[in-house]
């Protein structure tokens, strides 16, 4: 104890090893603050409601998740400064210490200033689950360096903070060892040991109380007043480790009563009517990063009645065509809209393409429709294998994938992400007269995504608007302009229905309303058959996962099948459409918009006419809340359950029913 005393009083505080791992972590935890304030100036208009109190309150909040980050990600570091052996004040030890230090922060920093750019696309830090989305990417080099030169200033900031964390470690300095009794030296050295280890495992849990349970991405709803604030909170080094092993999934019991839980959501479908099944054909185009802001006749009322939009062929489309003025998307991601299009299966909370039950046996207009007598075909111009699309389309029964392989011409490839939309969709018309009817076909277009290129000889054939990506829009639109016109010139074309979805809204916003939880998610979904003639838009819900079900109802598909969706022909009153966003269940239903976290209602709001969110009228409707959360809770409930069970195909059902009777 003596020894201690002397040692205590005896210190060199600034070159003391301690006090020198500190400043270390420190100098860390400020860059990572210093960050945030940059994730915000670079996001600015997705916080509009952000003030100085608000964002003093996230600041204090997310040093919790920067502090875990920066244990975790400089364990090693720690570890070698507090191990207790004299070799620490060697200095080579010394200068291998500071290049771990460098690289290691260096990298964080790295992974954190890209999602400064990358929030705008997904609006939700970054995950690990985002190695299993680019894992089949044969060109990720290219798309990484386009990424760095198109968004050089993100590039520049990285940059300043690295050269601050070298200046900053440099003016850290540490001598000795300060004890020169060995045995005062080893027993010091222990104690601080064990100390440090036990204010490592607190800080990286969030709590040192052993009822605390380690910090998951759902604590920074905590200091998160809207859902968008909680990437803000965040930083995605903590993302990206909290998602390691995360089995997001889980299941839940909000209703006790089976019968309770259909009679509030089942997704058990069957035909109500007895009409007599008709084998058109299906086409379904998937238009990538396709907002509902692009398309002029959805936004007749912006801009004082003078916004047009870019989309010239589509609005003159959806004339003649059956289409919803409040149609949403499922997701904010290409691999969300895979499932939620074909397969009628959302994506809550995690892709499902991601999801660890993405094995589980699922049904799809493609598998109901091939014992019917239909040849199935899905079509993708880019790389076979990105996205994992082609094997999707494998599990979700197609007969045949077309990709940029069986295209087989690299002149009309753009170099990044695909073939051309023009050339790919002649290719696509010209391969369907090939088939034999009826058919089922998907295409998803590429040319509409970053960097939102054009065809040499096209740069000055579209001047889009203040967007970069509307030049790109104007080209998918002429494209399918060409499509349909080589098209009506097919045999099949009068028997066929045309489905036309995106797969998600683009990042690229240029009116401020669809600045929203529901403009984050607007996109077009309409039907058009050939010679029905002009309808009037209708003033109704419709999502994603309505397709598959409205399609089989639309072709009196006479068998029961398992859909999250519903049949939107059927006119019973009943859209609604459910989505994802940080952390918060939403459910559009009728003139509202209801926010759950999975535990408590957070707000409801008129989204028709309140298009800025900002009249919370939880507390004055609590019975429209008591209802929609009622219905929510029974469709992530049998969401969740179904996809942990297995049961998301008929027979899946009726074993789970089975196996809840035993």
């Not at 059956?322 to 397969?343: E, H, T």
């Not at 046996?361 to 899905?378: D, M, Q, R």
């Not at 009228?617 to 049998?638: C, G, H, R, W």
């Amino acid at each position: 104890m003596d020894n201690i005393k002397k040692y205590w009083k005896g210190l060199n505080w600034r070159g003391n090893i301690y006090v020198a791992l500190i400043l270390s972590l420190l100098l860390v935890l400020l860059l990572y603050s210093v960050s945030r304030v940059a994730f915000y100036f670079f996001n600015t208009p997705f916080f509009p409601a952000m003030n100085a109190s608000r964002m003093l309150t996230i600041m204090a909040g997310g040093l919790r998740f920067d502090l875990s980050a920066t244990l975790y990600s400089n364990s090693l570091f720690i570890l070698l400064m507090i191990v207790p052996l004299s070799i620490r004040f060697h200095p080579g030890y010394q200068k291998t210490l500071k290049w771990i230090f460098l690289i290691v922060n260096s990298i964080a920093f790295a992974i954190n200033t890209s999602d400064f750019i990358y929030y705008r696309f997904t609006l939700r830090r970054t995950t690990l689950s985002v190695i299993d989305q680019f894992k089949n990417e044969g060109n990720l080099f290219k798309l990484g360096f386009q990424f760095v030169l198109d968004y050089w200033y993100a590039t520049l900031f990285w940059v300043v903070l690295v050269v601050l964390l070298y200046a900053g470690f440099k003016k850290i300095t540490y001598s000795g060892p300060q004890l020169k009794n060995r045995l005062s030296f080893y027993g010091v050295g222990i104690l601080a040991m064990l100390l440090s280890i036990y204010l490592f495992v607190g800080g990286a849990r969030g709590g040192f109380r052993g009822s605390t349970r380690p910090i998951t991405l759902s604590n920074a709803a905590a200091y998160a007043e809207t859902p968008n604030e909680i990437a803000l909170v965040l930083n995605t080094p903590f993302a990206l480790m909290r998602t390691a092993k995360a089995n997001v999934i889980k299941k839940v019991n909000y209703f006790t009563s089976d019968e309770n839980l259909r009679k509030t959501f089942d997704p058990i479908r069957s035909l109500s009517d007895t009409g007599q099944f008709k084998k058109e054909n299906v086409v379904i185009l998937i238009l990538e990063s396709f907002s509902k802001e692009f398309v002029g006749v959805y936004n007749k009322d912006m801009m004082a009645g003078a916004y047009k939009g870019y989309t010239p062929f589509l609005d003159s489309l959806i004339g003649v065509s059956y289409a919803f003025q409040y149609s949403l998307a499922n997701g904010r991601k290409s691999i969300d809209a895979m499932p939620s299009v074909v397969c009628s299966i959302p994506s809550i909370e995690v892709p499902y393409i991601l999801s660890h039950y993405s094995g589980d046996k699922i049904n799809s207009l493609a598998s109901l429709l091939k014992p019917e007598g239909y040849y199935t075909a899905f079509f993708h111009g880019a790389p076979n294998g990105s996205m994992g699309f082609d094997a999707f389309a494998n599990m979700a029964g197609f007969d045949h994938y077309f990709g940029k392989t069986e295209y087989n011409n690299d002149n009309d490839f753009d170099g990044i992400w695909g073939i051309w939309d023009e050339p790919f969709l002649q290719f696509f018309a010209e391969k369907m007269n090939t088939f034999p009817q009826p058919f089922f076909t998907t295409l998803f277009t590429v040319s509409s995504h970053h960097p939102y290129q054009l065809p040499e000889g096209y740069e000055n054939k579209f001047k889009g608007g203040p967007k970069l990506v509307h030049r790109t829009i104007e080209y998918t639109d002429y494209s399918l302009r060409k499509f349909f016109n080589k098209a009506r010139k097919m045999p099949w074309f009068e028997h066929t229905l045309f489905v036309i979805s995106a797969d998600h809204a683009s990042a690229e916003i240029q009116l401020p309303e669809y600045n929203s939880a529901w403009g984050y998610f607007s996109i077009p979904i309409f039907f058009y058959k050939p010679g029905e003639g002009g309808r009037s838009m209708k003033d109704e819900i419709i999502q994603q996962i309505d397709i598959m079900p409205s399609v089989l109802g639309h072709l009196h598909y006479p068998k029961p099948y398992l859909a999250f969706g519903q049949n939107v022909f059927a006119g019973n009153g009943r859209q609604v459409a459910v989505n994802y966003l940080d952390n918060t269940y939403q459910l559009f239903r009728g003139d509202y918009l209801f926010q759950f976290d999975g535990n408590k209602p957070k707000a409801l709001y008129t989204f028709k006419t309140d298009r800025f969110l900002k009249n919370n009228l939880i507390l004055q409707l609590p019975d429209t809340v008591k209802s929609m959360e009622n219905y929510l809770k029974a469709f992530v409930q049998q969401y969740n359950n179904r996809m942990v069970d297995n049961s998301l195909t008929i027979e899946g059902s009726q074993l789970q029913k089975l196996h809840t009777m035993k």
